[in-house]
């Protein structure tokens, strides 16, 4: 059976249990020509459109559809 060879400290003990390294929740904002949830630096899915310009055409995702 393993034993510990020492005593796991206070700190190192309650930096494990801490909530610390948990992930922080990711840049979320509104797409500023339709008003969609996007991530940040993203193509927006709704409009396809990406600082001001349109990177996915309507037509492509009518017929993906």
Not at 34 to 60: D, P, Q
């Amino acid at each position: 059976m393993a034993v510990p060879k020492r005593k796991v400290s206070k700190a190192r003990r309650d930096k494990r249990r801490s909530s610390v390294w948990k992930l922080s929740l990711p840049g979320i904002t509104k797409c500023p020509k339709c008003g969609a949830i996007i991530l940040s630096h993203r193509v927006c899915k709704n409009c396809g459109t990406y600082a001001g310009k349109e990177y996915i055409s309507k037509e492509s995702t009518a017929k993906e559809a």
